[in-house]
């Protein structure tokens, strides 16, 4: 332990206290998740203490993977300590089955967060520190993570699915302070016999791969934890110019792809990674990226290709690129009546159709009211006639000449009266069917949900 003032365990609260005050106001609620090991357990006692102080409630959970044989008596100890410090406490039990493919930590990661997300806070506080930082960059260094990844853990972050964000105050903190700090306070903890298995990779870092680089190295982790910072600034950098180039190139929704290629290559990849990214998808390797870009580039400008990341894809119409989430398969033979009603909500289109009472204009009202009127989607061959003095129009035609891209067409709601098609999103009205001056009309919006 080295002989600065930040080596000292005892100034842990008020550490902990500068890193919570640049993030939290009075009033906020804190949820932390509380493993039982010595790491959550002074983070506890930390934030216990400082609760009255800085004005912010605090609740705490447990969760349950369902590994150890000694989760019972985790759980059951987490209970206790909570109920000595009066902090409520919630325990969930989480199912890692469906995230086996991540291995067994991947797997328990994803289920915990997935608990997390379920959780009603503001803040859902962890107690990772300065090791656990290192030990993040050098798995991420060996597996070839991109910049994101040896950026390392962020100190506040949005938890993704939720209103609340996720706060690592100990960030900057070893773990040999920490458990000075709960020596001295004389807390109890409990130990994860996995915490020594040497075959999972985190661990092997921890017990073979640090002690062996410290004894060359001194001050290592504390070395390795700042170079994630210095990445975390960097990466900050270039979020920066992706957000100023995407700006450029497209309104949000889509990308125009003669400008994403004017950027240049390495600008071009990084446009895509933070779009993708503020989107919600998964982060791409880079091997994926480039190799979107070698389609898009080598294509040509009437194709449209369509590419998988994960649950969602990248579609190119008409020289602009698209991000959205896979669509679910729509069932051709759907028919869905409308009763009259303002909102009618259809959630296997995603959205939602309204009709607006309005005199003089969009549908007539007696006309609809003459027959039954049905919701459906395109299965191929509809016409439409918007004008009484022109013919009526395919839809496909339609389509093309307002630039709906084709994704979109499938997923519209067309509505009809009898067999006749009045109204299709982003096209019209049927001219037949349109209200005459002082008739009493309807207005027909289509709104997507989100």
């Known amino acids: 332990m080295g002989n600065s003032r930040k080596s000292n365990s005892n100034d842990l609260p008020e550490r902990v206290a500068a890193a919570l005050a640049s993030a939290i106001s009075p009033g906020a609620h804190l949820a932390l998740g509380l493993s039982g090991g010595v790491d959550s357990v002074a ?84 107690a990772q520190h300065r090791d656990d930082q290192a030990e993040t960059l050098l798995l991420r260094l060996v597996r070839g993570s991109g910049l994101r990844g040896l950026a390392g853990m962020a100190r506040l972050r949005p938890l993704a699915g939720t209103q609340a964000r996720l706060l690592r105050p ?113 982060p791409l390797p880079a091997a994926r990226i480039g190799e979107l870009l070698r389609q898009l580039r080598g294509s040509r400008v009437d194709a449209q290709p369509s590419i998988a990341a994960g649950s969602w894809k990248f579609l190119r119409y008409r020289d602009r690129l698209h991000l959205r989430p896979a669509d679910p398969p729509v069932q051709r033979d759907m028919r869905e009546v409308w009763n009259g009603e303002n909102v009618m909500p259809l959630l296997a289109l995603g959205g939602v159709l309204k009709f607006k009472p309005e005199e003089g204009r969009g549908l007539s009202l007696a006309r609809l009211r003459a027959g039954r009127v049905t919701v459906r989607v395109r299965r191929g061959g509809e016409r439409l006639r918007l004008h009484h003095r022109r013919p009526r129009r395919s ?50 919006t289509w709104e997507p949900f989100g």
Not at 108 to 125: G, I, K, L, N, Q
Request: with cysteine; glycine share 8%.
């Open 395 to 444: 839809l496909k035609n339609l389509f093309q000449e307002r630039g709906v891209p084709p994704w979109h067409r499938g997923c519209l709601p067309l509505v009809y009266c009898g067999e006749d098609l009045v109204f299709v999103p982003g096209i019209g009205d049927a001219c037949e069917f349109q209200a005459a001056p002082g008739e009493a009309g309807l207005i027909v």
């Open 170 to 282: 100990l960030l900057g903190v070893s773990r040999a302070e920490i458990e000075a700090y709960a020596r001295q306070r004389g807390l109890e903890w409990v130990e994860d016999e996995s915490n020594a298995d040497t075959v999972r990779h985190r661990n092997f870092l921890r017990h073979e791969v640090l002690p062996a680089l410290e004894r060359e190295f001194p001050a290592a982790r504390a070395a390795i934890a700042r170079a994630a910072a210095h990445l975390t600034e960097a990466r900050e950098l270039l979020d920066e110019m992706a957000l100023g180039d995407l700006e450029r190139c497209g309104d949000g929704d889509a990308v125009d792809l003669s400008a994403l290629h004017r950027l240049g290559e390495v600008r071009a990849k990084n446009v895509l990674r933070y779009w993708s990214e503020k989107r919600g998808v998964e």
């Open 43 to 126: 983070l506890l006692s930390v934030l216990a203490e400082l609760a009255p102080r800085m004005r912010f409630s605090l609740s705490a959970l447990h969760v349950n993977h369902g590994i150890s044989a000694n989760a019972p008596r985790w759980a059951a100890f987490c209970s206790e300590l909570c109920a000595k410090f009066g902090i409520p406490l919630q325990s969930q039990t989480v199912d890692i089955g469906p995230y086996r493919h991540l291995g067994l930590e991947g797997a328990a990661r994803s289920a915990r967060y997935e608990a997390f997300a379920r959780v009603d806070a503001d803040f859902v506080v962890l």
